[in-house]
């Protein structure tokens, strides 16, 4: 007879959604951490099959108080999917269905659909999904929706959020409910659908999104540029806006990152030059006005990089491109952990946002690199230690909080695309005055009143250097080397 709540509550669960337990050792060590790799074991890991078993896993949850974290394939790198509080994972990576509509230029997909592949099918049809991260290879839309995901195209085409049209999926007490709806309209009632997206599986489970598809764009124009100084670099996506040219990606590397990097690669990026600031910039446009936005873009260039380059092939433009993710490889050879930081500042504080990294480089003796979407205002601020150090350990999180602080104060987030999960609730504070955090507890409170959607998220201090990490890879680890 089971003994206990939790005892209860598997035995129920093995009744009425047996056949989706995962249960060997593998399935339950593997489900027990992500990208940040700090390890809790759940009791149970439940793979869906259809979306209504979700609907049932989160009543049984709900009833008997069990924690409930859902997963994708656990890409994130905050800590989003650790299921903090043990209780149940409920992995959606099987709902994977992608089904487009080109009539209405939307697609119907699952949680677990992988963004590269919704991507491909999109292509296929002659449309597009602009959102692009760069662990589109494994990521899935459930965890982009989670966090609100960007990527490298957000400049012109925004983020996640901008393409979701309506999600579909379950509350905590398991009851059904839909967002939106698949209009390109919507203003009926309050908008819950912006309230799930970002919300890092704290609110509810989305079992279906509808996302919105546009033309593809048919021609594409990659170019890299080598600056004089990251002041002027950093000017160029106002200053190509004022110009009249909307680049699809506006790529930054300061100068130590492309030290770094050339150091790691043993080649001058532009010979003879040495390390400086790198801009890579592309356009898409349709016909004729892509050659319009070029010449403009070559003018710029021109007058304010030291040299510059257009790919003259699709080969070409991935040698560019090569350069922007061996970034974060080079720097993994420098010490034994990094951390990538995602803030965002708006784009006329970059300037201060890097001047005030290098002092900071200065000051802490650490290993600092900054790069990433300068035309979004998304930097990655990367910090390099080593764990095993306790003195410098302390170092970079005493700069981490600096970082934090200062990005605040320049009116930015302290995460653009990544989430708060685990890794940023130290500093989640810093973001909300009172009445704003009470707003957000109280939502908490209204969508999960038993608080049992991954707990232990956004809310509650967590301090992740204090933690033992496992050593086990991961398996996106295997395909993709290099993140965001």
């Known amino acids: 007879?089971?003994?206990?709540?939790?005892?209860?509550?598997?035995?129920?669960?093995?009744?009425?959604?047996?056949?989706?337990?995962?249960?060997?050792?593998?399935d339950i060590f593997s489900s027990s951490f992500d990208g940040l790799k700090i390890e809790r074991r759940p009791s149970a890991v439940i793979k869906p099959e259809r979306a209504e078993q979700v609907g049932?896993?989160?009543?049984?949850?709900?009833?008997?108080?069990?924690?409930?974290?859902?997963?994708?394939?656990?890409?994130?790198?905050?800590?989003?999917?650790?299921?903090?509080?043990?209780?149940?994972?409920?992995?959606?990576?099987?709902?994977?269905?992608?089904?487009?509509?080109a009539g209405n230029t939307l697609v119907r997909c699952g949680p677990g659909a992988v963004v590269a592949d919704l991507q491909k099918k999109a292509f296929d049809m002659g449309l597009f999904y602009p959102p692009d991260p760069s662990s589109k290879k494994f990521c899935?839309?459930?965890?982009?929706?989670?966090?609100?995901?960007?990527?490298?195209?957000?400049?012109?085409?925004?983020?996640?959020?901008?393409?979701?049209?309506?999600?579909?999926?379950?509350?905590?007490?398991?009851?059904?409910?839909?967002?939106?709806?698949?209009?390109?309209?919507?203003?009926?009632?309050?908008n819950l659908r912006d309230l799930w997206i970002g919300s890092e599986g704290?609110?509810?489970?989305?079992?279906?999104?509808?996302?919105?598809?546009?033309?593809?764009?048919?021609?594409?124009?990659?170019?890299?540029?080598?600056?004089?100084?990251?002041?002027?670099?950093?000017?160029?996506?106002?200053a190509l806006m004022k110009l009249g040219v909307r680049p699809s990606i506006?790529?930054?590397?300061?100068?130590?990152?492309?030290?770094?990097?050339?150091?790691?690669?043993?080649?001058?990026?532009?010979?003879?030059?040495?390390?400086?600031?790198?801009?890579?910039?592309?356009?898409?446009?349709?016909?004729?006005?892509?050659?319009?936005?070029s010449k403009i873009l070559e003018d710029w260039l021109a007058e304010f990089s030291l040299q510059s380059s257009v790919a003259k092939s699709e080969e070409e433009a991935e040698e560019f491109w090569e350069v922007r993710r061996q970034g974060s490889s080079s720097m993994k050879k420098l010490a034994d952990t990094k951390l990538n930081e995602d803030i965002v500042v708006p784009l006329d504080r970059q300037v201060e946002l890097v001047?005030?990294?290098?002092?900071?480089?200065?000051?802490?003796?650490?290993?600092?690199?900054?790069?990433?979407?300068?035309?979004?205002?998304?930097?990655?601020?990367?910090?390099?230690?080593?764990?095993?150090?306790?003195?410098?350990?302390?170092?970079?999180?005493?700069?981490?909080?600096?970082?934090?602080?200062?990005?605040?104060?320049?009116?930015?987030?302290?995460?653009?695309?990544?989430?708060?999960?685990?890794?940023?609730?130290?500093?989640?504070r810093m973001q909300f005055n009172d009445a704003e955090w009470r707003t957000m507890k109280s939502i908490k409170q209204a969508m999960d009143p038993k608080g049992i959607l991954?707990?232990?998220?956004?809310f509650d201090v967590f301090n992740p250097w204090e933690q033992k990490k496992v050593s086990a890879p991961l398996s996106w680890e295997r395909t993709e080397e290099d993140l965001p």
């Not at 089971?2 to 009744?15: G, I």
């Not at 600092?368 to 764990?387: A, P, Q, T």
């Not at 991954?454 to 956004?458: F, L, T």
Request: aromatic fraction near 6%; hydrophobic fraction near 40%; charged fraction near 20%.
């Open 1 to 26: 007879m089971p003994k206990n709540v939790n005892d209860v509550a598997l035995s129920e669960l093995r009744r009425d959604l047996g056949a989706c337990l995962l249960s060997s050792e593998e």
């Open 56 to 101: 049932r896993a989160l009543a049984l949850a709900n009833e008997h108080s069990v924690p409930v974290t859902t997963r994708g394939v656990g890409s994130s790198l905050t800590g989003g999917a650790t299921p903090l509080a043990g209780g149940w994972v409920l992995d959606v990576s099987g709902l994977d269905a992608i089904d487009v509509d």
């Open 140 to 190: 899935t839309i459930g965890g982009n929706i989670a966090c609100n995901a960007g990527g490298l195209r957000c400049v012109k085409y925004g983020v996640t959020r901008d393409y979701v049209l309506a999600l579909s999926g379950y509350l905590a007490t398991g009851e059904f409910v839909t967002w939106g709806r698949a209009t390109r309209k919507f203003a009926t009632g309050y």
């Open 202 to 238: 704290t609110l509810g489970v989305v079992t279906e999104a509808v996302l919105r598809l546009i033309p593809q764009p048919s021609n594409r124009r990659t170019f890299i540029a080598a600056c004089p100084s990251e002041e002027i670099a950093l000017t160029a996506p106002v």
């Open 250 to 293: 506006i790529e930054f590397l300061d100068q130590w990152t492309v030290d770094c990097l050339q150091k790691y690669t043993g080649k001058e990026i532009f010979p003879g030059l040495g390390a400086n600031p790198v801009l890579l910039i592309e356009l898409d446009s349709p016909g004729t006005s892509l050659d319009t936005e």
């Open 355 to 428: 001047g005030f990294v290098s002092s900071l480089r200065e000051k802490s003796k650490l290993k600092i690199g900054v790069f990433g979407h300068c035309g979004d205002g998304n930097l990655h601020v990367n910090f390099m230690y080593n764990e095993s150090d306790a003195e410098e350990t302390n170092r970079a999180v005493g700069a981490l909080r600096e970082l934090m602080q200062k990005v605040v104060e320049l009116g930015g987030a302290i995460s653009g695309e990544h989430g708060v999960g685990l890794a940023k609730t130290p500093f989640v």
């Open 454 to 458: 991954n707990p232990g998220k956004i």
